[in-house]
């Protein structure tokens, strides 16, 4: 069984950072490609990054292209969603999921998820 576990959200004024940690497995992380989430009241879930194992295939949505980072600690079995330059319209339910979307076509969407974490809350908001 895959658990996943999502800390570090929060809230923070417009402009503000914040950043987001998964854990699991080592296995996991070796095994399936993490995804990040995120949802908001009312919303379908939608695909915010994704880091494959070894760090390879790295994708961003559009809106999040350049302020957001993706990445895997070398060091313990965690992946991290680094947050920059936070708007009202990020805030959400951050979610993590696991999933074997190394070859999909696409940007990945909830269906191709195998496992979730119960999600983080991030709030920007003056």
């Known amino acids: 069984q895959v658990l996943l576990a999502e800390s570090g959200g929060g809230s923070v004024p417009p402009g503000g950072s914040l950043t987001l940690a998964c854990a699991s497995s080592e296995d996991t992380f070796t095994t399936f490609c993490v995804v990040w989430f995120r949802q908001s009241p009312g919303k379908e879930r939608v695909m915010v990054a994704q880091i494959c194992p070894g760090g390879r295939k790295i994708l961003y949505h559009g809106a999040v292209q350049g302020r957001f980072t993706v990445s895997k600690d070398s060091g313990a079995p965690k992946v991290y969603l680094e947050m920059k330059y936070l708007r009202p319209e990020d805030t959400a339910t951050y979610y993590c999921?696991?999933?074997?979307?190394?070859?999909?076509?696409?940007?990945?969407?909830?269906?191709?998820?195998?496992?979730w974490g119960q999600g983080t809350r991030v709030t920007v908001s003056s």
């Open positions: 999921a696991a999933g074997q979307t190394q070859k999909k076509p696409y940007l990945p969407e909830a269906h191709d998820m195998e496992y």
